[in-house]
């Protein structure tokens, strides 16, 4: 059992004692536990982003043969903890004529939506403070709520009566639920090979020899794969499909008209988004939090490392994408998803379901 | 049971709205307020802002919206198959290929709409 487990197990046994002997009922040591896990989920989101935004701008800087940010702190890095001080203090600027309730509304549902996938994504092989239970239906539920995260951008866009906003959000919900149905026919084939909807399953199907027993290395799984790399790309989008954002078209698409912690808001999902999409991407092709190296892990790291650190790997990799390939035009955009990434889900989908029956 | 499945998600539902809630207030109490009628004008290249944005709009996509709904309800349809199509389908050591032709029937039917969709223009962004 690991450090992480071993505290988690320590601390509830110790809270069940108490509040036995305080004749309080068991199930407030639940409800404690699941208040804690909410605060630990959202802490690590915060320090997420902060993080990722830094890294950001400074593979950014590099790839653009720049530095990035380097005078605050060594090496720059309380850059981003000063960005996010200064957003706090900004005014908060509500256009004349906008929608009072959804120009704020719309930043607090794109973050709610953002936080709740961190829900389902098994940190480690047994319960832990971030995650006590396994929710059997895993992969469903990060559909389920990663398709609600247009509405937080449509409120945004029209809320705020402006243009751009409008333009960025009405391309930004087209985007986004194109792209919905390829990554979800691509996440099906992998669901279809591990027989299980839940995260946990599709991780330990992934750990018996370690780096080897990947889905990566699995043919049927490469077209699914790349397809879920691109349409998780364009979901969270980053610049190939930044078509809502688009600074040099729209100035800032749907967030134009927004300021101070709002504006934080939509960034902080944005990047929880970004990370997200790489913890999905380690889990279902990279073997989750099990070690490269075999199991039982030879090295003896925290499962949850190796965890972070693939996903890291997928978010660098997509920073990487995000810095080398120029934005799609908007029609482009649309033919991609409707006339090439559509077909192709399909034909991927054929092929699982066939290698399925004989492996 | 239930409970402790969705018990965590219904936490996590109230905690997330309220680290926003919070945030929020936390800002309002920190910031400065200095609004008068310049600032308050929506951002249209640094013109005075001409109509409003809430006006006849030509909404580009919205058949596509429609097939979206479609193929979205199809992958609710795909989700369950998918779960149990290796077990159906190699149940007792033998393959049987009853779920797979089933559902590739369902399938054809759909794409057959799809094509129709992309001859009939509508994936056309215009």
């Known amino acids: 059992m690991s450090p992480i487990g071993l505290i988690a197990t320590w601390l509830r046994a110790l809270l069940t004692g108490w509040f036995r002997a305080w004749h309080i009922p068991a199930v407030f040591v639940d409800i404690l536990a699941w208040i804690v896990g909410g605060v630990?989920?959202?802490?690590?989101?915060?320090?997420?982003?902060?993080?990722?935004?830094?890294v950001l701008r400074k593979v950014a800087a590099y790839i653009q043969g720049r530095i990035g940010p380097e005078r605050v702190g060594p090496y720059g890095l309380f850059q981003t903890v000063m960005d996010a001080l200064k957003l706090l203090q900004k005014e908060d600027i509500v256009p004349a004529g906008a929608d009072k309730i959804l120009h704020t509304l719309g930043p607090v549902v794109f973050f709610f939506v953002c936080t709740m996938g961190y829900l389902v994504i098994p940190w480690?092989?047994?319960?832990?403070?971030?995650?006590?239970?396994?929710?059997?239906?895993?992969?469903l539920f990060l559909l389920a709520f990663s398709s609600l995260g247009v509405i937080g951008v449509l409120m945004g866009g029209w809320g705020s009566n402006n243009k751009w906003s409008l333009l960025g959000a009405l391309r930004g919900a087209a985007q986004m639920i194109s792209y919905e149905i390829p990554m979800?026919?691509?996440?099906?084939?992998?669901?279809?090979?591990?027989?299980?909807?839940?995260?946990?399953?599709?991780?330990?199907?992934?750990?018996?020899?370690?780096l080897l027993s990947w889905n990566l290395w699995k043919p049927w799984l490469w077209l699914p794969m790349i397809l879920f790399l691109i349409t998780a790309a364009a979901e969270i989008n980053v610049t190939p499909f930044d078509i809502p954002e688009a600074e040099s078209e729209l100035v800032a698409?749907?967030?134009?008209?927004?300021?101070?912690?709002?504006?934080?808001?939509?960034?902080?999902?944005?990047?929880?988004?970004?990370?997200?999409?790489?913890?999905?991407?380690?889990?279902l092709f990279l073997g989750g939090w099990s070690s490269p190296f075999g199991h039982p892990d030879p090295l003896y790291l925290p499962e949850f490392l190796w965890?972070?650190?693939?996903?890291?790997?997928?978010?660098?990799?997509?920073?990487?994408?995000?810095?080398?390939?120029?934005r799609l035009r908007v029609d482009q955009l649309m033919a991609l998803c409707w006339k090439l990434l559509l077909p192709a889900a399909f034909v991927s989908l054929v092929i699982v379901s066939i290698v399925g029956l004989y492996l | 049971?239930?409970?402790?499945?969705?018990?965590?998600?219904?936490?996590?539902?109230?905690?997330?709205?309220?680290?926003?809630?919070v945030s929020l207030a936390l800002a309002y109490l920190l910031r400065p307020v200095d609004m008068y009628e310049a600032k308050l004008l929506t951002y249209e290249c640094g013109l005075i802002p001409w109509g409003e944005a809430w006006s006849r709009f030509f909404v580009r996509y919205y058949i596509i919206a429609l097939i979206f709904v479609l193929f979205d309800i199809e992958v609710m349809f795909l989700i369950p198959w998918a779960v149990v199509y290796r077990k159906l389908s190699t149940a007792g050591g033998e393959i049987h290929?009853?779920?797979?032709?089933?559902m590739g029937i369902f399938l054809v039917i759909l794409l057959l709409g799809?094509?129709?969709?992309?001859?009939?223009?509508d994936l056309e962004w215009a």
């Not at chain 1, 630990?40 to 830094?54: F, G, H, K, N, P």
């Not at chain 1, 134009?256 to 790489?278: D, P, Q």
């Not at chain 1, 972070?308 to 995000?322: D, E």
């Open chain 1, 40 to 54: 630990v989920i959202l802490l690590m989101i915060t320090l997420i982003a902060l993080i990722l935004i830094y």
């Open chain 1, 124 to 139: 480690e092989s047994q319960a832990t403070i971030a995650r006590q239970v396994d929710l059997n239906i895993g992969v």
């Open chain 1, 184 to 210: 979800l026919l691509a996440l099906v084939c992998v669901v279809l090979m591990a027989g299980s909807l839940s995260l946990e399953v599709i991780t330990e199907q992934q750990k018996a020899l370690g």
């Open chain 1, 253 to 283: 698409g749907y967030h134009t008209e927004y300021s101070g912690m709002k504006f934080a808001l939509y960034f902080l999902a944005e990047f929880s988004n970004n990370f997200l999409v790489g913890l999905i991407f380690a889990v």
């Open chain 1, 307 to 326: 965890l972070v650190g693939k996903a890291m790997v997928v978010v660098l990799f997509l920073m990487w994408v995000r810095w080398t390939l120029p």
């Open chain 2, 1 to 21: 049971m239930l409970a402790i499945y969705y018990g965590p998600v219904a936490t996590m539902v109230v905690l997330s709205v309220a680290f926003a809630v």
């Open chain 2, 97 to 102: 290929l009853f779920p797979a032709v089933e």
């Open chain 2, 114 to 121: 799809l094509a129709y969709a992309w001859r009939k223009g």
